[in-house]
């Protein structure tokens, strides 16, 4: 816990910005003219405003306002400007690593793994907006997501393979998504995929016909996620993480468990949100976005 607030200034970015409305902050990828394609500087803003918007989370400051009373966050919608959510790596920046050594490349690697580690991990709930195509790393940022929406033309590809190259720093994210088979497949083929294979595959949570539609849409989640405890998302996060890289026995595995529902029952926002229930009340963490204008 810090002493964040968030009218603290923002990070100085140039290829993106952030929009917060309450408890929920807007990011938006903002290189549309070569369709948001990443390279270091966007990188770069990316992660700076996610480390930003994570330490203003209420999760982190295990509080639901700063000392102004200003709501902290519990919900991060990431989109990309323009017609096309995002492209992967821009291809000078890709052209110009085959000059590089070894170390230079891995360190191009370790900014892109921070990157998507970043949105996987953070705290807040995450809601991806995609329109357009979401290449290589775009379909890396897809996979990160806690809930993807797309417009119908929308196409996704691992897109790598059509390079020569290989999909391995995405590849975690995209195999915690979708599964070892279809993760092969779109690894191999590297094809693109449409909005209704995405949605089939797990890819995608919602399809959207219009620009009206996908807003809509995107409102209706943001609802529910305010209207679920703040810790409680963070911890469902870690719970699946845990579960996900456990490798001690059943017994061991069931233990932590009871540990954990005891720690939430007895947490305040359990009380809170338990009392709330038997009461026929709201948990004083249950708001509408349009409550916090």
Known sequence: MSNSSIGDSLPQT?????????????????RDAVFNALNPQLIS?????????????????GSL???????????????????????GADIDWMRASGAQSAEENRADAARLDRLFNSLHSHPCFTIGNVQ??????????????DHVIVESDARIALSEGKLGILPAVIGPY????????????????????DAEEALRIGMVEEV???????????QVVIDEVLS??????????????????????????????????SEMRGSAEGQDGLSAFLDGGKPSWYVRADDED
């Not at 357009?132 to 997501?145: K, T």
């Open 228 to 261: 679920t405890g703040p810790a409680a998302v963070a911890e469902a996060k870690r719970l699946v993480a845990v579960l996900d890289r456990w490798s001690g026995s059943d017994e061991e595995l069931r233990e932590w468990t009871l540990d954990k529902t």
């Open 14 to 30: 140039s290829l993106t910005s952030l929009d917060v409305a309450g408890p929920v902050a807007h990011l938006t990828l903002r």
């Open 132 to 145: 357009g195509v979401a290449l290589g790393g775009g379909a890396g940022l897809v996979a990160c997501c």
């Open 208 to 218: 959207c016909g219009s620009a009206d539609e996908f807003t809509a849409a995107t």
């Open 65 to 87: 306002s700063d000392g102004s009373g200003e709501p902290f966050l519990r919900v991060l919608v990431l989109a990309g400007a323009g017609r096309h959510f995002c492209a």
């Open 45 to 61: 803003d990316i992660i700076q405003l996610l480390e930003w918007t994570k330490d203003r989370s209420v999760a982190e400051q």
């Open 174 to 193: 995209v195999h915690r998504r979708i599964g070892s088979a279809q993760t092969r497949r779109l690894a191999t083929l590297a094809k693109r995929i």
